[in-house]
Nanobody, 119 residues
């Protein structure tokens, strides 16, 4: 059994910062890519940022220069530092991870954390 638990969401004023965390736990042999997605009501879930286990990153154009994804492989944890937040960053943020639980690779999702940016 694998769980991804997110934390760090909340309400912040435009221009402010938040840091999201997502920790994977359970019967984990190894973790490959880890990512953050976000979703607003009525819209598809969209990729925000991703990081490989080697540290390579990619970002959605809308967050480049403002958000930074990082990970701690020893803790199976991924972070998303969000700076210069805008109203349009308001969404539920989900982490996911590609995890091997003993010969089986599978994508796991967190439960989501709400980020609300007030204008």
């Amino acid at each position: 059994q694998v769980q991804l638990v997110e934390s760090g969401g909340g309400l912040v004023q435009a221009g402010g910062s938040l840091r999201l965390s997502c920790a994977a736990s359970g019967s984990i042999f190894s973790v490959n890519g880890m990512s953050w997605y976000r979703q607003v009501p009525g819209k598809q879930r969209r990729l925000v940022a991703a990081v490989t286990n080697g540290g390579s990153t990619n970002y959605a154009d809308s967050v480049k220069g403002r958000f930074t994804i990082s990970r701690d492989n020893a803790k199976n944890t991924v972070y998303l530092q969000m700076n210069s937040l805008k109203f349009e960053d308001t969404a539920v943020y989900y982490c996911n991870a590609y995890i091997n639980t003993g010969g089986v690779w599978k994508i796991y999702w967190g439960q989501g954390t709400q980020v609300t940016v007030s204008s």
